[in-house]
């Protein structure tokens, strides 16, 4: 029962790990689309860890990877959805210019 601490413990260190970056990403509202395959792979791995967790029936590793799977799941939409924003912000930016050089060309 004693070692079930050291999970509940890693697990809460593990929660406290993602909040700097969510704040992060929230507050710049900014994207690397470099970082976007690393957020998929490490979906991918809480995924089969909270499979394994659930098919074993182990409710520390539950615990554990419970919250983590959330937590990469919000992560990866505010990548994707800021990534979409900030696309969509520069392609707006990039009209008027193009409305320019046509103008010019007439």
């Known amino acids: 029962m004693t070692v079930s601490y050291l999970m ?10 993602y ?3 969510l704040y992060a ?13 690393e957020k998929i792979i490490m979906l991918l791995a809480t995924i089969m860890a ?14 554990n990877y419970g919250p983590l799977l959330a ?3 919000i992560a990866l939409h505010m990548r994707l959805y800021y990534l ?16 320019m050089d046509i103008q010019n060309k007439i």
């Not at 509940?8 to 790990?17: E, P």
């Not at 909270?50 to 615990?63: G, H, K, Q, R, V």
């Not at 979409?84 to 409305?99: A, V």
């Open 8 to 17: 509940y413990s890693a697990s809460v260190l593990y929660f406290i790990c």
């Open 19 to 21: 909040i700097p970056e």
């Open 25 to 37: 990403n929230y507050k710049n509202k900014n994207v690397n689309i470099y970082n976007i395959p």
């Open 50 to 63: 909270f499979s394994y967790a659930i098919i074993n029936d182990n409710p520390e590793l539950i615990t």
């Open 71 to 73: 937590l990469d799941i």
């Open 84 to 99: 979409y924003i900030n696309c969509k912000l520069e392609f707006h930016e990039k009209i008027p210019s193009i409305e």
